[in-house]
């Protein structure tokens, strides 16, 4: 082994955000962004060799480079380094579903338990550079296998156990992955779902070395015999040291599946030192993340989310994380309160989904608990919408706690845009400020720069160190996705504006933005205004073809329980949103939805909406992301109801 460990020069405790030193690191970050990535590595990262350049980037080129021939460890940074002054305490306090099981992991429980994973892998001949499928459930040895991967250098391909085995094979196949790490079942809202059974059926299609299932549930399972093997069995003997792999900084850390719009998932490739600083950094700032803070980030491992700030983010910072097996809303709404009353969690991390699912239950199940410790209360995934935001600001956090509400995406490895602790403006649904080193960009459809309050797309005109690298497999698709349309710049694929004060908004994506006579709509800005009124949970909002207008306004909007629809809601919605926004944004038609289309991560699929309105089912596209395929059939049925009525 050569080189020396690079240690940490400063505390990353050392800087408190206000509204004087966020301008003063933004700026640096911005005008001397090589200096300031240099100081912050130094700050945030423990190094076994340093870099030779910083940033290598090129937008033209669609070239991501960053920290070029620095070596480091991801799991050491995560976990080893901590032990000298951390290694009693909680890394991850554990629930399972529905609270029935729990467990306390220490850091050196979690080196332990790493390294005697790290150890069963290389003894099945997994090494550096290998691509290994994680299919299992939010468990701590869900934790451990990614970072087990991180530190003998194997790259992880983590797919939500909510996925059919179609979709996990498509995910197989494409990665290369020769290696599964399963469970026999995962328990979510006190419904198994057979995990290992989904491999077996996945690898009809796909072609595997071995599969690693770990014991959960305890059912009994078929093992497919060389092939299949028990984790509990062959980590016996294995020893509880194990040398991390000194890793290049752009050596691929993971494989992380998102869907387009069309076409199948794309497999979008992070690194290692880049994708770690940046997430460790977003961890720290983004949430004001503090040494005696407890935090909760409720996203499963299978997303983005889970990535940076279930995992990499909070262990790089030594926090103590708090994981739950179950579903946030079942069997007990009160439960996810309760669960923050036990563990005195002070930061929460959740999307808008759960917020509005939680508030549909009323305010009695927060009476349960006191939810005191709370200071700071997290948003992601979509805008959340400023009814929700209400309810999350003044019941849930009494009204004390700051709302973060970030704008990012799987792509950008970290948070982008957000409403900083203590800088800047409170505003139910805007992104508000860029993070440090990110410079965006609103243009229109030539790429000119758009004047303030105008609505355009957004681009970001500098590279940032937690940046995609490619898509794997595929960099043509890469290149032309986020780089060709406006050149020399990273294309986003939303729509944003920026208000008079400067706060950035994100009005949804391009494919969801409507063309009204020739006015742009933000399907998100509708959908705020639908959900303002108190029988509607959820709302939904699309464009359809119409002959003088070009796109008219469809809604489809979820009721509130207990809520009958009855047709005077739709003068109701229509007024609502006339008020909100204009006439020009009324629904022309507003449909009644039992559910809405969403992906395991919560988002809404429009383009499923769009294709039932139009009759064009042959091209509703991949469904596999889908979580629960049975609302596809739902609302093609209840919408040709409505059309016969």
Not at 74 to 95: G, S
Not at 156 to 162: D, P
Not at 268 to 291: C, N
Not at 376 to 389: D, K, Q, R
Request: proline share 5%; charged share 20%.
């Amino acid at each position: 082994m050569t080189g020396t460990i690079q240690k940490n020069h400063a505390s990353i405790f050392g800087t408190t955000l206000n509204q004087e030193t966020y301008q003063h690191l933004y700026q640096q970050s911005i005008e001397q962004p090589e200096l300031f990535w240099a100081q912050q590595a130094e700050r945030f990262i423990t190094w076994f060799k340093t870099w030779h350049a910083v940033n290598a980037s090129d937008f033209n080129k669609g070239e991501i480079k960053w920290f070029q021939n620095a070596k480091l460890n991801v799991c050491y940074n995560c976990v080893d380094r901590h032990l000298p002054v951390k290694a009693l305490q909680p890394a991850i306090f554990w629930e399972g579903d529905n609270a029935n099981r729990r467990q306390t992991i220490t850091y050196q429980m979690l080196y332990e338990r790493v390294c005697r994973f790290a150890n069963v892998l290389k003894s099945l001949g997994i090494s550096k550079g290998d691509r290994v499928c994680l299919y299992l459930p939010m468990i701590p040895e869900a934790v451990i296998a990614m970072l087990a991967c991180a530190r003998i250098g194997a790259i992880h391909s983590v797919v939500f156990a909510g996925f059919s085995p179609h979709a996990l094979a498509e995910r197989i196949t494409d990665a290369g992955c020769k290696y599964v790490i399963t469970a026999d079942e995962a328990i979510r809202g006190a419904k198994s779902v057979p995990l290992k059974k989904n491999v077996d059926e996945a690898l009809l299609q796909a072609k595997v070395r071995k599969v690693i299932v770990i014991k959960n549930s305890g059912a009994s399972i078929p093992m497919l015999l060389p092939r299949d093997v028990w984790y509990h069995e062959i980590s016996r003997q294995a020893s509880l040291e194990c040398e991390p792999e000194w890793m290049d900084a752009e050596d691929p850390l993971f494989i992380l599946y998102t869907s387009g719009s069309t076409g199948k998932p794309k497999g979008v490739v992070h690194t290692s030192g880049g994708y770690l600083l940046y997430a460790a950094m977003t961890h720290r700032f983004a949430f004001d993340y503090q040494p005696q803070d407890v935090y909760w980030c409720t996203a499963d491992i299978g997303w983005i989310t889970g990535h940076s700030y279930g995992v990499y983010g909070p262990l790089a910072n030594a926090a103590t994380t708090v994981m739950y097996e179950g579903v946030l809303t079942a069997p007990d709404p009160s439960l996810v309160w309760k669960i923050v009353d036990r563990y005195q969690i002070s930061i929460f991390y959740t999307a808008p989904t759960a917020i509005r699912s939680l508030m549909a239950f009323g305010d009695s199940p927060l009476s349960k608990s006191k939810r005191d410790s709370l200071r700071i209360l997290g948003t992601v995934g979509e805008p959340i919408n400023p009814e929700a935001w209400r309810w999350y600001h003044d019941k849930v956090g009494h009204g004390k706690c700051w709302i973060v509400d970030t704008w990012w995406q799987t792509e950008t490895g970290g948070v982008m845009l957000a409403p900083f602790p203590k800088v800047g403006n409170q505003k139910p649904g805007a992104a508000c400020l860029p993070f440090f080193g990110i410079k965006p960009i609103i243009v229109d459809e030539q790429g000119k720069e758009v004047e303030k309050t105008q609505k355009g797309f957004l681009t970001i005109s500098q590279s940032w160190p937690g940046q995609v690298r490619t898509i794997y497999g595929n960099p043509v698709r890469f290149f032309k996705g986020y780089f060709v349309q406006y050149p020399g710049k990273y294309f986003t694929g939303d729509g944003a504006y920026q208000d008079q004060e400067g706060d950035y908004w994100i009005t949804g994506r391009v494919d969801d933005v409507i063309n009204v006579a020739g006015h742009r709509l933000g399907t998100a800005e509708i959908e705020s205004a639908l959900v303002l009124h108190p029988a509607v949970a959820e709302a939904a909002v699309i464009g359809i073809p119409h002959a003088v207008k070009g796109e008219s306004v469809y809604a489809f909007v979820t009721l509130v329980e207990k809520q009958i629809w009855q047709d005077s809601l739709v003068g109701e919605l229509q007024k609502e949103v006339a008020n909100m926004i204009g006439k020009l944004a009324v629904p022309e038609n507003i449909e009644c939805a039992p559910k809405l289309p969403k992906t395991r991560s919560g988002k809404i699929m429009r383009r499923i909406l769009r294709c039932i309105v139009t009759g064009e089912l042959d091209k509703i596209g991949d469904v596999s992301t889908l979580a629960e395929p049975e609302v596809l059939e739902q609302l093609i049925s209840a919408h040709q109801a409505k059309i016969k009525s």
